[in-house]
Every structure is written in structure tokens, then in C-alpha cells.
């Protein structure tokens, strides 16, 4: 009957002494009465012997959490083990297992647990750590872009142009250079010299640092402007590898208008000369679209000197260096101060980087080319002025980016500017000046900046970046000056050519000419004249096909001159006067 009871009341959830009151006041469960009386003196031995179980069976299984049962058995006093009955039995099954839980399972649950305490805490303080880790590289990272920029703006950027009639040896001078400085691995030049090889072209190495594309490769002539740069002690040149042929003049055009100082190359071999000055060699219209373009410095790099036919003979350069200088003067630069001349070799890399042999040519004693333009003095910058940069060109790569010179002011990474003439806000995302990152640039830098808030379909070539508070002008119609140059026939109202302004081509037409300028007493007519034919300077009225970013020449020149072309001529060369629309 006990035992009976004791299993009955295994399974209720009684604790210590609440369970045993409960027991006195109420219903017996098993009986239907109450529970016996304490005054019956028969039944008080067996209540002491039934709550001295029940006390026991506290412990039992099913009061014991699945998580402490096998600890908790372990603690059991001895005469719990040894008592006798069903639950004791069970109890006893419990013991027996309890050794090999003391000795098995403790090892393996508790340091799980710790274990998973010491993981969860792991767990939290290593990407703690890590995060604080990258943090502080973020700053550091952040900082030395800063300092790399302080220290690149020491060395003043200067961007040289290389242009002359096909064939003189732009790109080939351009590679040289750069081998000289270091800028191409030997191991590079080798690999190229294999490919010219097999392809029979072995004397074109040397371009291949500056022509990347197949096509201008297995043709040998650059098709757009190559870019590459090099440092000396003083200053950072960018190299703007121009095209020769002349159906490559607008892509020239653009090189010119990124150009701070114009290297024009001549081919002193006989007869290439001679094509490249005659009327349609391009040596000419080069020369005169440099100047157009702002370029106020000139070097003549004689190349091919080494050449069989040349011989490094002085006859020759002297030869070439007449005639060149009646046409450069007359174009606009001044022989004494904007114009030097030198001779050199682009395959040998003589006259580039040191002096010329004296052994091959003792009658020239100037410098050699590449410490003559490091000696050169600053150029006038506008690092006050609101940022401005002209678009040159852009491509797709995570986002848009620009390309373009800096001509004044500066930006930094973060900054809001505006796009003209859409006027659209963007944020500089990144920047990069000759693929090194960096965090601020200045006037006279090439850059890549790529913009955050435009697709790149939405950015064309001539478009200009602005500070937002003070964006550029626009216009569709504008009073201008202009030089005709070289047309056959008249020019009247109505007609029509391609206009090239800054990094911007805009097809426009001539809706009415105001008055001719004497261009030697600078009086102007006082009749409207009905046509305007070549040499004579007018002022007229123009009309572009869309709006185009432009200023006044006299309050932003770069912005504020223009050449016109015509069935691959140019045409005209002007600046612009007023801005009417």
C-alpha cells in the first residue's frame, strides 16, 4: 500500500514541506478521505517513514531538470541509495549509472557549455576587433591618399602634346621617353620587340608602349590620343600622344585642348620633310591648331637624325629649321621666346635624355629634351578660381567616369559639383590623376573622377564639370571673332561647319556678319559686309545646333576659343566675344 502511494505520489509536483501540509488538509488521492489524523498515534510512525520518502523522491526523476539529473544523483545521500522499494530500485539504476556520468559525461557537457560561452564571447569580441581593425585602417587609409596628394602637388603637372605630319615618330619618341625614365619595363619593351618581329615591323617597338589597340598596331599610325606620363626631379609630365593622319584631326583637337606645352616632331629624313610642310601634310595644320588651342610653348624635336639619308648632318637641320620658322611666326609664336629647336633620335633615344654624341654631332651644344622642358619656368595656374573641367571622354566601370584636364580650381573626394549643360548634381565618388588614387587634385591635372547621380549615357564629350555655385555659361548663339584661314570660295550667311571648342564638337552655322577688321590698324567697318572671304577677320554671328558650354575669351580663354572645320579642312580659327543666348 506504501509503495503504492509512494508511486502515486512520485508523479505529482510537490516540493518540500508545502507538499506535506497539502497532504494533512487535503483530499487522500488515492483514498477519496482525508488524510490520517496526526492524533492517531498507530499511523504516525508510517506519515515519518512516507515524508521521509517523499522528501527522497524530491530528487527523483521526474522532479530532477534533464540537464542536472545526472550531477544531481551523484549528490544523493547513502541512505537514499540504499533504501529499499520501487523508486529506490530506480534510484538505484540511477547511482549505478552515475560513475560512468562522473566520469563521461561532465567532461563532455560542461566544457560544451563553456565552451559555447567562451565561443559566443569569441564570437563577439573578434569581429569587435575586426571592425575596430578596419576603422582605423579606413582612417589611416584615408589619410595617406592626403599625404601622397600634398606630396605629388609639390611636382608641378605639366601636359605636353606630341603632334607632327604621320610617320614623324610621335609615338616612338613617347615610348623612348619613357623607357628612359623608367616608366617601361625592359621585360615589356622585350615582349613587344618579339611581337613587332613577328609581324615584320621590328623598327615599332618602341610606339607600342603608347599605341594599346590592334588596330593602330598592325597599321602603325595612332588613331586617338595616347596617354602615358613620366617624372623628373621637378615636375610630372602627362604625354597626349596626338595622331597624325589627317583623318584623326579631331581626336588631335581634343589632345590640343588638354595641352600645356606642344612638342612638334619633324622627320628630318629627306623627303618626309618635305610631304609633312608641303599643303596637305599635316606638320602645318598641327602647328596651327596647337596655337588655336592656347598652347602657348613650342619645342621642334628634329627626329630621325640617325637616319642614312641625315647623318646627323647640321645642313639638314639647319634645312628644316628655316623652313619652318617663316610658318610658325606667321601662325603665332614667337621664334626668340615660345620656339625651340633640337635635334634627336627617337629609335637611338639620342638628344631625348642625355646630349647628343659629340663624336656624331658636335655643332649642337643646347640641352638634351627632357631636362629642357624640366627647366622650363611654372606655368600660370588658377588654383582660386571655381572648378572647371572639360569633358574629354568617358567609360563605364562601376559607376561613371570622366576624363578630362583640370583648368581651374580644384575638387575633392565627396564633393557635390554640377554637370553643364544638363545641370545635373553629381558627387565625386573616387579620383584618380595618371591611375594613382588620391583624394584632392588642383589646376593643370589630367584626371579620371568617377561621379555618382548620372548614368553614363547621359554624359557626352564637351560637357563641362562645374563648382554648383558658380557653373560655366552656355549658349547656342554668340558673337564672335574670326580669322578665315584657308577656303576657296566666299563665306556668307547661311553657311555651315563643324565647330571644335574645348573638348565640344558642335555643328554650327553663320547667321549674320557683322563688320571686317583691318588687321593691321584693328578698325572696324562701318558697313555690314555680305561675304568674308580667306585671310580676312570678321566678326559674326553664330548659331550652334544644341547649347554648348562656353565663356567669354576674355574672362576664361580656355573656354573661349574655337576652331572651324570643313570637309576636313580647317577652315577658320576664333574667339568667342559675347554670348547673346
Not at 566544457?111 to 563577439?124: F, H, I, Q, S, Y
Not at 615589356?188 to 615599332?204: D, G, S
Not at 631625348?352 to 654624341?357: A, G, I, S, V, Y
Amino acid at each position: 500500500m506504501l509503495s503504492c502511494n509512494k508511486q502515486q505520489l512520485q508523479g505529482m509536483h510537490w516540493s518540500g514541506e508545502n507538499s506535506v501540509t497539502e497532504m494533512e488538509t487535503s483530499e487522500n488521492p488515492w483514498g477519496g478521505a482525508t488524510a490520517p489524523d496526526p492524533a492517531h498515534s498507530g499511523n504516525e510512525s508510517g506519515i515519518e517513514s512516507r515524508l521521509h520518502k517523499l522528501t527522497l523522491n524530491v530528487n527523483a526523476a521526474e522532479f530532477v531538470p534533464s540537464f542536472l539529473m545526472r550531477n544531481s544523483t551523484s549528490d544523493l545521500p547513502s541512505s537514499s541509495v540504499n533504501s529499499s522499494g520501487p523508486c529506490s530500485s530506480e534510484m538505484k539504476m540511477e547511482v549505478d549509472y552515475s560513475p560512468n556520468s562522473e566520469e563521461k559525461p561532465p567532461p563532455i557537457q560542461k566544457p560544451v557549455l563553456d565552451n559555447w560561452e567562451d565561443a559566443a564571447d569569441g564570437e563577439g569580441t573578434t569581429p569587435e576587433g575586426d571592425e575596430i581593425e578596419p576603422e582605423e585602417q579606413i582612417v589611416r587609409s584615408k589619410k595617406k591618399p592626403i599625404k601622397a596628394e600634398d606630396t605629388k602637388s609639390k611636382k608641378e603637372h605639366v601636359n605636353v602634346v606630341f603632334i607632327g605630319h604621320v610617320d614623324a615618330g610621335k609615338s616612338t619618341i613617347g615610348g623612348q621617353i619613357m623607357k628612359l625614365t623608367g616608366m617601361v619595363d625592359q621585360r615589356t619593351l622585350e615582349k613587344y620587340e618579339r611581337e613587332a618581329k613577328e609581324k615584320n615591323r621590328e623598327t615599332w617597338y618602341l610606339s607600342w608602349a603608347l599605341d594599346t589597340n590592334e588596330e593602330e598596331r598592325n597599321k602603325g599610325k595612332t588613331v586617338e590620343v595616347g596617354r602615358a606620363f613620366f617624372e623628373t626631379e621637378k615636375k610630372h609630365f602627362s604625354i597626349l600622344d596626338a595622331p597624325g593622319h589627317k583623318s584623326f584631326v579631331p581626336n588631335m583637337i581634343s589632345g590640343a585642348a588638354q595641352a600645356d606645352l606642344s612638342v612638334l616632331v619633324i622627320s628630318a629624313r629627306k623627303g618626309e620633310f618635305e610631304t609633312g610642310f608641303e599643303k596637305g601634310g599635316q606638320t602645318r595644320e598641327h602647328a596651327m591648331l596647337v596655337k588655336t588651342a592656347g598652347v602657348k610653348f613650342m619645342v621642334v624635336l628634329i627626329n630621325k637624325m640617325d637616319d642614312p639619308t641625315v647623318e646627323w648632318s647640321e645642313e639638314r637641320y639647319n634645312e628644316c629649321k628655316e623652313k619652318l620658322i617663316p610658318y610658325l611666326k606667321k601662325v603665332g609664336f614667337n621664334p626668340t621666346k615660345d620656339l625651340t629647336f633640337m635635334p634627336c633620335s627617337g629609335m637611338t633615344g639620342a638628344g631625348l635624355k642625355d646630349p647628343c654624341d659629340q663624336s656624331t654631332a658636335p655643332w649642337y651644344t643646347g640641352l638634351p629634351f627632357i631636362p629642357f622642358i624640366d627647366s622650363l619656368p611654372s606655368l600660370n595656374r588658377k588654383p582660386d578660381g571655381p572648378f572647371i573641367l572639360p569633358i574629354v571622354d568617358k567609360y563605364k566601370d562601376m559607376g561613371t567616369v570622366v576624363m578630362g584636364k583640370v583648368e581651374s580650381g580644384g575638387t575633392r573626394k565627396g564633393q557635390s559639383l554640377i554637370l553643364m549643360p544638363n545641370r545635373t548634381l553629381v558627387n565625386v565618388d573616387q579620383i584618380w590623376t595618371d591611375d594613382e588614387e588620391v583624394t584632392a587634385v588642383g589646376p593643370g591635372e589630367n584626371v579620371k573622377i568617377k561621379l555618382k547621380g548620372i548614368e553614363e549615357e547621359d554624359v557626352s564629350p564637351g560637357f563641362v564639370l562645374c563648382d554648383s555655385s558658380s557653373p560655366c555659361k552656355m549658349g547656342r548663339i554668340f558673337d564672335a571673332q574670326v580669322v578665315i584661314l584657308e577656303h576657296k570660295s566666299i563665306i556668307c550667311a547661311g553657311y555651315k561647319a563643324v565647330m571644335h571648342i574645348h573638348c565640344a564638337a558642335e555643328e554650327v552655322s553663320l547667321k549674320a556678319l557683322i563688320c571686317l577688321i583691318d588687321k593691321k590698324t584693328g578698325e572696324k567697318s562701318k558697313t555690314r559686309p555680305r561675304f568674308v572671304k580667306q585671310d580676312q577677320l570678321a566678326i559674326m554671328r553664330l548659331e550652334c545646333s544644341g547649347t554648348v558650354c562656353m565663356e567669354t575669351f576674355k574672362l576664361f580663354p580656355q573656354m573661349g576659343r574655337f576652331t572651324l572645320r570643313d570637309e576636313g579642312k580647317t577652315v577658320a580659327i576664333g574667339k568667342v566675344l559675347k554670348i547673346v543666348e
